[in-house]
């Protein structure tokens, strides 16, 4: 395994910061917009973010013959059902809860990888993933109780990371030519049409505005977390092997259990702290190279 670059590193860093503490926002937006209208919302401002960067960075909006069949099923699986299943699974459990389900989506890359692809997991990769494994359980555990009162939250959150693992080996797997920033964008245009009609028949139009707290939120969360964070994972799976990029991800509901006990002041158990540790481990292993012999 070769050596992750500074420069890598510093963009796991900051996906990690920007979507960990993203999840929080989701539950004040969600307090007072619709599911469907938060997230019309979001991904309006995003595909208005992403045109904006693209016209003045003078990047091209094309997409290769022969593409938009993987670009169409990217989009659902990675724009699509992240953006509801989320949702949805912020609504029946705590928002810190719901991530830790969402992002066993490097477990189920690496499964995929495995069965579907027969890629082989190097022992010091498999120790990372068995490690990072450990880390998710350990944060489920204490909430096993509100997951068997709340099943919906547990099926919408392990829906969502299954499906973003899917959309990773789609992207990872395809030659996107000429496509950067690009292919974000079309993810985003292709799944706002069935989102905004979702919007008008589940939740209807907006009879009032939110308040600006929610407003803010939702602004933000399409801006910087949805536009320019999608980008940037984008641009590492293209950077990573998918087991690698994957497992990057399992260190942002730590990001967003941190958030939560500084924003919320929620207490720090000795399980959560085992947790937090052992996902530097497996950080570690995945992303710093072996002894070479």
Request: proline share 7%; charged share 10%; aromatic share 10%.
């Amino acid at each position: 395994m070769t050596r992750v670059s500074p420069k890598v590193l510093a963009l796991l860093g900051a996906l990690t910061l920007v979507w960990g503490t993203n999840w929080p926002l989701f539950r004040i937006a969600l307090d007072e917009l619709p599911v469907w209208t938060f997230r019309t919302i979001v991904m309006c401002v995003a595909v208005i973010m992403l045109t904006a960067i693209l016209v003045i960075r003078g990047e091209s909006f094309a997409v290769p013959k022969g593409k938009w069949p993987a670009l169409i099923v990217a989009s659902v699986m990675n724009v699509g059902v992240w953006n509801i299943a989320t949702s949805l699974a912020v609504l029946y459990i705590p928002s810190g809860h719901a991530s830790v389900l969402a992002y066993t989506m490097p477990l189920w890359v690496a499964l995929l990888g495995f069965v579907v692809f027969g890629q082989r997991l190097t022992p010091r990769l498999l120790a990372a993933i068995l490690i990072g494994a450990a880390a998710v359980v350990a944060l489920m555990a204490p909430n096993f109780r509100d997951y068997a009162q709340a099943p919906w939250g547990l099926f919408w959150g392990l829906l969502a990371g299954f499906c973003w693992a899917i959309g990773t080996f789609i992207v990872k797997r395809t030659s996107w030519p000429g496509m950067g920033l690009s292919l974000t964008f079309w993810q985003v245009i292709i799944c706002l049409p069935p989102i905004a009609l979702g919007m008008l028949l589940i939740d209807g139009l907006p009879t009032h505005w939110p308040s600006a707290k929610a407003l803010t939120a939702t602004i933000y969360t399409g801006a910087i977390p949805m536009a320019l964070g999608t980008a940037t994972w984008f641009a590492l799976v293209k950077l990573l092997p998918a087991q690698v990029a994957a497992l990057s991800s399992i260190a942002i509901p730590i990001v967003a259990i941190v958030s939560g006990i500084l924003i919320l002041h929620e207490p720090l158990s000795a399980l959560q702290a085992v947790a937090i540790a052992s996902t530097v481990i497996s950080l570690w292993l995945a992303l710093m190279p072996g002894r070479q012999r």
